[in-house]
């Protein structure tokens, strides 16, 4: 995906808790974001293919919508007790994928291109994943590979080696910041800092104070 399609990506399903009028603004006249705010919601990041060309749903067409696509991870009587079982982890006290369309409506997070879909990868790209995976191929060949979230082998010399989402960084929506089965509320908040000089090594030495 390129940095352009990210920045393109809208931040449509993206709610405040408490609306208010206006845009808040901190002292220095710049908007304030902060507070707590949920990117949970059921629109599809990428426009379904049934939906091709409908890029919002109707009012009852949001509805129906929702009806069936909200995740209900309590449904599982007929698994309980199996791995299955196990594996579904939390009930829907923990689970918080959201149960609602985008307020907008839309059919898709994607709003460019018009279609609601990202674009391939580039020859490049596909080359770059594919040099990577052989160079992850090769160093499993050796011991100190351990299996990652995905079920796939991953190196395992130090803790940067793991996945992020192994290491409770991200799960999946670092950027751009998309609804999830969980971890779906955020906490902006704003901080004054005071700017200083660093030194370089190849700077003269700050004189002591002292």
């Not at 796939?152 to 803790?159: H, Y």
Request: charged share 25%.
């Amino acid at each position: 995906m390129s940095l352009r399609l990210i920045g393109v990506l809208a931040v449509a399903a993206w709610i405040p808790t408490s609306a208010q009028n206006g845009v808040p603004r901190a002292a220095d006249g710049h908007p304030d974001l902060s507070g707590v705010w949920t990117n949970k919601t059921v629109t599809p990041f990428e426009r379904p293919r049934d939906l091709a060309g409908k890029e919002f749903f109707t009012e009852q067409e949001a509805a129906e919508y929702e009806k069936t696509h909200v995740f209900d991870v309590d449904k599982r009587d007929n698994i309980r007790g199996t791995n299955r079982d196990v594996a579904s982890a939390y009930n829907s006290f923990w689970w918080d994928p959201g149960t609602k369309v985008a307020k907008t409506r839309r059919t898709s997070i994607v709003i460019d291109p018009p279609d609601g879909r990202i674009p391939p990868l580039t020859a490049e790209r596909q080359k770059q994943l594919q040099e990577m995976a052989e160079a992850r191929r090769r160093r499993c060949e050796k011991p100190g590979c351990e299996p990652e979230n995905s079920g796939q082998l991953g190196p395992a010399d130090g803790p940067e080696d793991r996945p992020l989402m192994e290491r409770c960084l991200s799960f999946g929506n670092a950027a751009p910041m998309v609804s999830s089965a969980y971890n779906t509320w955020i906490m902006h908040g704003r901080s004054e800092f005071t700017a200083r000089e660093a030194v370089m090594p190849s700077s003269p030495s700050i004189p002591s104070r002292s």
